[in-house]
């Protein structure tokens, strides 16, 4: 069964750094999401990405994240310069023409930012 | 009002027995619904959705919604140990953009 991916699983970085999480979404899928659970909170929206284009953000997703689908297959999430309030998990997401709101996640890339 | 509620329980139920896990929701979640199965340290998996008033079955799975009074239920029937989880309900506003609840902590009495 098509699953989602993402890389790595597990990354740690200093404050300040750069960190860009990767996803493969499900492959004839069209719409595209990136979303944020720190420990023991809810799951919160971040970005949607539609046609190589946002197609909604939320207020988390300020000038120090970017996504970017740079080939037919990943999805990418940059922060710029990582805080310490950004460590979560992030967890992609995607959905098909036929179900556009029925989204199937990933595993999450756990980020600890020291 | 947020956007959609939940019961952060623990709900303790015994194995064998029906389990019923509510979610109301605002006028701005209003499109369509959905539950989410989430294991301690895993990613959210789709159980259900809704998108109409009634109900919904899927095996042991039933989503109730009533939009009339604004609330999404998930009765689990014939528990199992394995049932244990987080269920999170979810909800699209007009936006698109779909909210999560807290989460509702299930556990399972063996």
């Known amino acids: 069964e098509p699953e989602v991916t993402q890389t790595p699983s597990h990354q740690v970085t200093q404050m300040g750094q750069e960190v860009i999480l990767r996803c493969v979404p499900i492959?004839?899928?069209?719409?595209f999401y990136w979303y944020r659970q720190i420990l023991g909170q809810k799951v919160e929206f971040l970005v949607s990405?539609?046609?190589?284009?946002?197609?909604?953000k939320s207020e988390i997703f300020d000038d120090q994240f970017s996504v970017e689908r740079p080939d037919g297959s990943n999805f990418t999430l940059k922060i710029r310069s990582t805080k310490l309030e950004d460590s979560a998990m992030y967890f992609c997401?995607?959905?098909?023409?036929?179900?556009?709101?029925?989204?199937?996640f990933g595993p999450g890339t756990r980020l600890t930012v020291t | 009002q947020k956007e959609v509620e939940q019961n952060s329980g623990p709900l303790s139920v015994p194995e064998g027995a029906i389990a019923s896990l509510n979610c109301t929701y605002s006028d701005r979640v209003s499109q369509s619904f959905f539950w989410y199965r989430q294991y301690s340290g895993k990613s959210p998996e789709l159980i259900m959705s809704i998108y109409s008033n009634g109900d919904k079955e899927d095996g042991r799975f039933t989503a109730q919604l009533n939009k009339a009074s604004q609330y999404v239920s998930l009765l689990i029937r014939d528990s199992q140990p394995s049932d244990s989880a987080t269920y999170l309900c979810?909800?699209?506003?007009?936006?698109?953009?779909?909210?999560f609840g807290k989460g509702t902590r299930l556990h399972i009495l063996p």
């Open positions: 492959s004839n899928h069209l719409y």
């Open positions: 997401a995607s959905t098909g023409q036929g179900s556009q709101y029925e989204q199937y």
């Open positions: 990405f539609y046609n190589n284009e946002i197609s909604e």
């Open positions: 979810a909800g699209r506003r007009r936006d698109d953009k779909i909210i």
